[in-house]
Nanobody, 127 residues
Framework: QVQLVESGGGLVQAGDSLRLSCAAS????????MGWFRQAPGKEREFVAAISWSGDSTNYADSVKGRFTISRDNAKNTMYLQMNSLKPEDTAVYYCTARAVVNSGRYYRASGEYDYWGQGTQVTVSS
């Protein structure tokens, strides 16, 4: 089991930046591939970004590519999402997620491939 806690959300203006953090506890953090998803009001949960166990492989949704950066610090058991040039359409609850892996270089894009989820952190971008 692994527990995930997101932080760093808030209310910002369009063009601003935020950095989300996801702190993991429980079983060894370094054995999990991780990702970020988001869900806006009235919409389905969607993939944002993913990172492999090793941190060497990352992947992004087209809507955030070039603006968001996913990273992790295994020594601190923490994953990050640096969000720049925020837009009103980025407004959503952002969820951290994780799954145990054998292949250290693989990431995952589908929500059904993840085993553990955080409670989410709200990001609101005003125009």
């Amino acid at each position: 089991q692994v527990q995930l806690v997101e932080s760093g959300g808030g209310l910002v203006q369009a063009g601003d930046s935020l950095r989300l953090s996801c702190a993991a506890s429980g079983r060894t953090f370094r054995r999990y591939a991780m990702g970020w998803f988001r869900q806006a009001p009235g919409k389905e949960r969607e993939f944002v970004a993913a990172i492999s166990w090793s941190g060497d492989s990352t992947n992004y949704a087209d809507s955030v590519k070039g603006r968001f950066t996913i990273s992790r610090d295994n020594a601190k058991n923490t994953m990050y999402l640096q969000m720049n040039s925020l837009k009103p359409e980025d407004t959503a609850v952002y969820y951290c997620t994780a799954r145990a892996v054998v292949n250290s270089g693989r990431y995952y894009r589908a929500s059904g491939e993840y085993d553990y989820w955080g409670q989410g952190t709200q990001v609101t971008v005003s125009s």
